[in-house]
């Protein structure tokens, strides 16, 4: 398993960072524009340096970041990596810390998992809104679904990655007292 999940790791990683780097060069692109525009020779001799031509950045920076978020979490941001409020987790035993895992990693899983078709019914209306300025980047094909697609993606990875945790911590505690029934003492 750990042979698949590292280049796909890595390759999640790779994303993000170039998300990253594009939302950077686009924020420079938008300081670079807002500093040229006041001096008159520049647009006089660079006329594609118009600042009315770069009305897209701002939507686009919004976008990746939109963008970013929801893959991160999808995909990079891993358990550990959260913010938790884990004092009472660490108090209790082994198998209550098991119970916890399969409780709140259900209930994380179908939350989201049941947030999946109001959100597509969304996304039905959303198909039919063009983005306010990244048609002049794109062309007039980019829709406001395309932007927030992603967030379809994340209801879907990251149920099945507590669902993963379900699974292990149950495995677990199927372990423990299979050790338990054979004379070793559990957790």
Known sequence: MNRISKPLLKFAEAVAAFMMAAMFATFILQVMIRYTARIGWVAET????????????LEFCLALWLW??????????????????????FAVSGKVRRGFI????????????????PTWDRFKILRLKKTATLSDLFGDWIRMRDIYAIYILF??????RYLWLVWQAFRSSMRARQHTSEGRLDE
């Open 46 to 57: 660079f006329p594609w340096l118009e600042p009315s031509n770069f009305g897209w950045t």
């Open 68 to 89: 970013l978020v929801f893959w991160g979490n999808s995909f990079v941001v891993r358990d550990q990596d959260h913010v938790s409020f884990d004092i009472l987790y």
């Open 102 to 117: 399969i409780v709140t990693g259900l209930a994380i899983a179908i939350g989201l998992l049941l947030s999946i078709d």
């Open 155 to 160: 209801l879907i990875t990251v149920p099945a």
